[in-house]
């Protein structure tokens, strides 16, 4: 069944549609929760409350994007907002210590790094540098939707990008030669 009947079935409130679409976006879903939460029960948590959330809007689905790309952004809001309610705020920063970034800035990354490397790597950055390195790397999302996300400004998102970029990449070189983190 295509995902447009079955989002059409849902907004009739069709519990057997909701079910299907549930089974076929689940695992994607949780895959991108456990990005942001730090247990699995808390992933489990988060994305289950973004499915009730999105069956709740789903008349505000317009299908302008896919569904799935729809329902990702629900999840990840859903995560941010469990992590602000968990006082995790992110620590607000001094705008004068901030400097723009060149969006070009290149940076490295040894070519034998594998995707759990990488992930590993990530976990280990401060709160600051690790949702806007999850954000940005791992998202796709620009330096504007993650200011209006996060309610800072985008100057502050390039920096701790870059910040969070060169500590990522310190990561990985130490991995890369055997001293570990």
């Not at 907004?11 to 079910?19: F, T, V």
């Not at 988060?46 to 799935?68: N, P, S, Y």
């Not at 330096?143 to 502050?156: D, G, K, P, R, V």
Request: charged share 30%; aromatic share 8%.
């Amino acid at each position: 069944m295509s995902n447009s009947l079955l989002v059409e079935q849902c907004k009739q409130h069709n519990r057997k549609a909701q079910l299907a679409l549930y089974k076929k976006y689940c695992d994607g879903m949780f895959i991108i929760a456990q990005r942001y939460m730090r247990d699995t029960a808390a992933a489990e948590d988060a994305m289950q409350e973004a499915f009730i959330k999105a069956f709740q809007k789903l008349e505000q689905f317009k299908g302008d994007v896919t569904f799935g790309a729809w329902l990702k952004r629900i999840v990840i809001n859903t995560c941010l907002d469990i992590i602000k309610a968990r006082k995790l705020e992110i620590q607000s920063l001094n705008e004068e210590t901030l400097h723009i970034v060149d969006e070009d800035d290149a940076w490295h990354v040894p070519d034998k790094t594998t995707v759990e490397e990488v992930k590993a790597a990530i976990a280990t950055l401060n709160e600051n540098h690790k949702l806007i390195v999850k954000l940005y790397l791992l998202e796709g999302y620009d330096h504007q939707e993650i200011s209006e996300i996060l309610n800072i400004s985008e100057s502050a998102s390039r920096t701790n990008l870059h910040r969070g970029k060169i500590q990522l990449q310190k990561q990985l070189k130490h991995v890369q030669d055997g001293t570990g983190y």
